[in-house]
């Protein structure tokens, strides 16, 4: 019984070690995080999510440290001589002793798989959003400012000013998209739209509606021009009604003398209305409105030539031209918004794409789009999984590596996985449209295809810290679209044959991706079998009890923690190391088979050696 | 004398342990990337040749520094009689071991660069982009001393190269292509270990860079005693600083100490002496001189730690209870 009295003790010691350390741990990563935050990097309203953010981050990433350290000062401190003492003479067995820690080190290396394969790459990305938030927030913040600050200024006249306070209002509300409490900014966007009057704002807010809203109270089944006509003949919009009964006179010969009738009768209606008005002013109004009516019907006509053609921009503007002459024909609308719809899912527009350059991306962006085509990115953002690209060029060359042709592009925005298009179009000017150039003529077919998904493509980064912070399943996704596993991927190959070979010609260094999975793996075995070793030396070197050592030496226990974070650094560095190496063959499989092997090695060794420890 | 053959047999097996380790490690990470290139036959074994002869001289004195650490660490810490005889007898057995590998196989400073053999496919990887200086490149169809195809992408501006060559040059290995009648060139360091296919940190690379060239001071001189010498001080200093460091009370603080000056003197024990040597280059006209003088500095300064030791002995400094 005195034994389990013992062993009581020494598994409290255990666990309250383990606690007093992660304590110790998280507070200096809490004050380390409260003291490496920059507001220049993260807004204000993050900091408190920064500061819990990075603070996991710190703890997952030295998790391995602070529990090895924990282990030392427990078997090389804490538990002394006299816990191995028992009162009836009985001895305790090393086994017995490490029991708790053992259990400890095997529940921690299934909390660091979790932790670094689900809450890591999450964290991350939290951390990486609120960096792009605040980045954003503040380019829309000092614009905003710096419009606020001119309104102050003297000797201007009120437009000026006025198209100041839209300017701050304007950015002001972008930055509260971002940042949604901000009460500084809150009170200057009331004060704003107080004093700009709320129709103003609405104009200038209306003018940039770029879908027309249609009359709902047709239903959609009529589609005939002469049965529209009718429709709005008897809702007395006779003007719209002329306009349908116009068509069905140019296109109807078997109803052409009835819509004829019809524009006689409108005409006569019209007159009548405006009796108070003279009569030969009258005619000539009537005159002008039948012109409308036929420049109308022409522009529809140059507007759906545009269309089968290609030319969506210059639809849509043609579009706009009409329904700015009279806003209820719905057809009109219809082949407006179509057009619309057709433009958003094959181009980028101008403003759009230009308000994304600020955010954060890549420079120099580079892959080889299939064999004898390079592509070149200059800029490449990547924003709510949606990815803009900036000054591509794509370069065409044979197999002597001669350059065959070139195709610029000022602009391109990713349409799906592995398509992106090249156009791009402005709603605020008819003249702006950018089409990929090549040989210095405008491309009409813009689409190009890409060999892998633009996501990975993207998340393959060089920065191998970074890769470290995926979880092993993405670095897997991205080894298949890389076709490391030619079995699994069966169906694909059947499919398409050369698919294979064409992913592995993206002029990516694959090995990086292979390394960062076996070096991801061994961690975790690293972390067990380190710790195996960590606490058989601490035993082995263990003091007969903690106040054993003189207070002039205490400060020297400082160095405990460096020792481990070298040992653990040196060992990952050595790991990396071989497995870069190892990974330069081509079989990922057979790699990933010796890196386990060696894994399991390597944890027989750590366990033999933690074994030969007896007393 | 038993006890002495005792710690001999240990020494032996230590040395031979880490002999074996560091030279498998050595050996893999050099010949595996070689394995990708298509190299065989003669010239592959011309690559052995220099690789095996490199690899074995960092192993053995690696090895033998390694060894005379946790010789210190295990057995010299605990010995209480025959302490000077016990301290020397593993200087003498490192002195002829390494003398004698010296005299059979004369190496200099250049056979201790691994990839000395002139070869492209060993330095530069195959149809993927890499950065290096600020531009990227991407090289396809490399040969032995040719690129086929060079691609070059220079702040936003796309070059395509074709026939290009490599030179081997003393340090650096220069690419160069025609254009338009003029020769272009690249050139790219030569004995950075594993340019482009290893992911280290910085600082990581940056520390095993020095743990590599730990081993080139002892090759310095043409004299293989003055070489001797050397290896020899530095163990001896080692040894001093082990004995200088007992916490009795607590061994596993004088193991993490001795651990931390381990890695503390791999990386800077070449840095020291390159700066020793640029100021007692000046000072000393004679070569000998100045390459005796550095080693005779570690043994004295290990002399004067073991002094200080016996000082803390006498004081009861370490003592336990």
């Known amino acids: 019984m005195a034994a389990r009295d013992n062993l009581n003790r020494i598994y409290l010691k255990t666990w309250l070690t383990l606690g007093v350390i992660v304590f110790l741990s998280t507070v200096a990563f809490v004050i380390l ?26 703890l997952i990433d030295n998790f391995t440290v602070i529990i090895i350290v924990a282990m030392i000062f427990c078997y090389s401190l ?10 009836d003479g009985t001895s305790i067995l090393f086994a017995q002793v490490v029991s708790r820690g053992l259990y400890i080190i095997i529940v921690s290396t299934i909390l660091l798989f979790l932790a670094g394969e689900f809450l890591q790459p999450v964290l991350e990305k939290r951390m990486s959003g609120m960096r792009d938030k605040s980045a954003i927030a503040r380019v829309f913040r000092e614009e905003g400012d710096e419009a606020y600050r001119l309104i102050a200024e003297k000797n201007r006249n009120d437009n000026w000013k006025n198209s100041q306070r839209r300017k701050a209002l304007e950015n002001y509300r972008k930055y509260l998209e971002v940042i949604q409490a901000d009460q500084v900014i809150e009170g200057r966007v009331r004060q704003l739209t107080s004093t700009l009057s709320i129709e103003e704002f609405n104009q200038s807010r209306r003018k940039r509606d770029v879908v027309n809203e249609e009359d709902t109270s047709i239903a959609d089944t009529v589609v005939f021009h002469s049965d529209l006509a009718e429709i709005y003949f008897q809702k007395k919009d006779y003007i719209t009604a002329w306009y349908y009964y116009q068509h069905v006179v140019e296109s109807d010969t078997s109803r052409r003398a009835l819509a004829k009738q019809r524009i006689n009768d409108i005409k006569k209606i019209l007159a009548f209305r405006d009796t108070m008005k003279e009569q030969g002013v009258n005619e000539l109004w009537l005159d002008d409105t039948e012109r409308e009516i036929r420049d109308i019907y022409r522009k529809k006509r140059q507007a759906s030539d545009y269309r089968d053609r290609g030319k969506y921009q210059k639809a849509y503007f043609i579009y706009s031209d009409i329904l700015a002459i009279n806003p209820n024909l719905r057809d009109v609308i219809q082949a407006k918004n179509e057009t619309f719809s057709i433009l958003k899912s094959e181009a980028i527009e101008l403003s759009e794409i230009e308000s994304m350059r600020m955010f954060p991306g890549k420079k120099d962006f580079i892959f080889l789009n299939g064999p004898g085509q390079l592509v070149h990115i200059g800029r490449l953002v990547n924003r709510f999984n949606d990815y803009y690209f900036y000054d591509i060029t794509i ?9 065959l042709s070139t195709i610029k592009a000022p602009y391109g925005h990713v349409k799906s996985s592995t398509m992106f298009s090249l156009y791009c179009y402005s709603l605020e000017d008819r003249s702006v449209e950018y089409y990929p150039v090549k040989n210095g003529v405008n491309l009409d077919d813009y689409m190009f295809m890409m060999p892998v998904d633009i996501g990975i493509l993207y998340n393959f980064s060089y920065d191998y810290r970074e890769v470290q912070r995926y979880s092993i399943l993405r670095l897997f996704q991205v080894g298949t679209a890389m076709g490391w596993f ?14 294979k070979a064409e992913m592995g010609s993206i002029g990516f260094n694959d090995s990086f991706i292979k390394t960062a999975i076996l070096d991801k793996v061994s961690r975790y075995f690293l972390f067990f079998c380190l710790s195996l070793v960590m ?15 003189s207070m002039f030496h205490l400060p020297l226990l400082a160095l405990v923690p460096v020792f481990v974070l070298f040992s653990v650094r040196l060992s990952q560095g050595l790991i990396t190391s071989f497995y870069s190496v190892l990974s330069m063959s081509g079989n990922f499989m057979s790699v990933l088979g010796i890196s386990i092997a060696l894994n399991l090695l390597f944890m027989a060794g750590s366990i033999i050696f933690i074994s030969t420890n007896r007393v | 004398m038993k006890e002495q053959l005792k710690h001999f047999l240990k020494y032996v097996l230590m040395v031979a342990l880490f002999f074996f380790i560091i030279m498998a490690g050595l050996v893999f990470y050099y010949l595996y990337p070689v394995r990708s290139t298509g190299m065989e036959g003669e010239q592959l074994g011309v690559y052995m040749q220099s690789l095996v002869k490199t690899s074995f001289l960092h192993s053995l004195t690696n090895s033998l520094f ?9 057995i010299f810490a605990f010995q209480r009689k025959k302490r000077i005889i016990t301290l020397v007898m593993p200087l003498i057995y490192s002195f002829l071991l390494f003398t004698i590998v010296c005299i059979v196989i004369q190496p200099d400073s250049t056979d201790l660069h691994f990839h000395r053999e002139p070869d492209a496919r060993i330095f530069f990887p195959d149809k993927s982009f890499f950065d290096h200086a600020g531009n990227k490149y991407y090289f396809d169809g490399i040969g032995q001393s040719t690129i086929e195809k060079v691609i070059e992408i220079d702040e936003g501006e796309i070059n395509f190269y074709k026939d290009a060559s490599v030179l081997f040059l003393e340090d650096t290995i220069l690419v160069t292509w025609g254009v338009n009648g003029r020769r272009m060139e690249v050139s790219f360091p030569r004995y950075e270990l594993q340019q482009f296919n290893s992911f280290l940190a910085s600082s990581h690379s940056r520390w095993f860079t020095q743990v590599g060239s730990f081993s080139y001071k002892f090759v310095l001189s043409r004299n293989i005693l003055i070489n001797g010498l050397l290896l020899v001080s530095v163990l001896f200093f080692v040894l001093a600083f082990n004995d200088l460091v007992q916490f009795n009370r607590y061994p596993l603080l004088s193991f993490i100490v001795n651990f931390l000056f381990i890695l503390l003197f791999y990386a800077v024990f070449n840095r020291s002496y390159e700066i020793y040597f640029s100021f007692a280059d000046d000072f000393f006209k004679n070569e000998t001189v100045v390459q005796i003088i550095y ?11 073991e002094a200080i030791r016996f000082v803390f002995f006498k004081m009861h400094v370490w003592d336990g209870e």
Do not use: C, Q
């Not at chain 1, 030619?486 to 698919?499: A, F, I, M, T, Y």
């Not at chain 1, 606490?535 to 050592?549: D, H, V």
């Open chain 1, 395 to 403: 370069t065409m060359f044979d197999d002597d590596n001669r350059v």
């Open chain 1, 486 to 499: 030619p079995v699994l991927d069966r169906s694909k190959r059947v499919e398409s044959g050369d698919e």
């Open chain 2, 295 to 305: 080693p005779v500095l570690l043994i004295v300064t290990g002399a004067v730690m």
């Open chain 1, 78 to 87: 804490v538990i002394g001589r006299s816990d191995l003492i028992t009162n």
């Open chain 2, 66 to 74: 390694l060894s005379t650490f946790i010789y210190g660490l295990y």
């Open chain 1, 535 to 549: 606490i058989s030396i601490a035993w082995k070197f263990r003091a007969n009890y903690a106040g054993s050592i």
């Open chain 1, 33 to 58: 995080s409260v003291f490496g935050y920059k507001e220049s990097l993260y807004h204000v309203t993050y900091r408190v999510s920064f500061i819990t953010s990075n603070t996991m981050m710190m």
